[in-house]
Nanobody, 124 residues
């Protein structure tokens, strides 16, 4: 049983910032990348960012590059996403999950247990 708890979402004006956090409880053992994903209303889920197991290498979708920063704390099993210069198009439900940084949309083929995510709403 895996429980990934996302938090930090909310309502913010365009240009503002939010910091999302994810605490992964009871994830399977092993070293693997983690990622943030999002799904906007009427859209498919997309990869936002990916970070290697050690935290030394990060990847970002073109839409968020330069604005978002991903980080992780393996000791605490915590994943974070600092979101700056938010735009209305960033509005979505954000999810954390194991990821594959060299895969399309950072999906990890071995993982498909999505949580409820945290809602991010950016007003114009």
């Amino acid at each position: 049983q895996v429980q990934e708890v996302e938090s930090g979402g909310g309502l913010v004006q365009a240009g503002g910032s939010l910091r999302l956090s994810c605490t992964a409880s009871r994830l399977p053992s092993g070293n693997y990348p983690l990622g943030w994903f999002r799904q906007a209303p009427g859209k498919e889920r997309e990869g936002v960012s990916c970070i290697s197991w050690s935290g030394g290498t990060t990847y970002y979708a073109a839409a968020v590059k330069g604005r978002f920063t991903i980080s992780r704390d393996n000791a605490k099993k915590t994943l974070n996403l600092q979101m700056n210069s938010l735009k209305p198009e960033d509005t979505a439900i954000y999810y954390c999950a194991p990821a594959s940084c060299d895969s399309t949309n950072y999906y990890a083929g071995w993982w498909n247990s999505w949580g409820q995510g945290t809602q991010v709403t950016v007003s114009s």
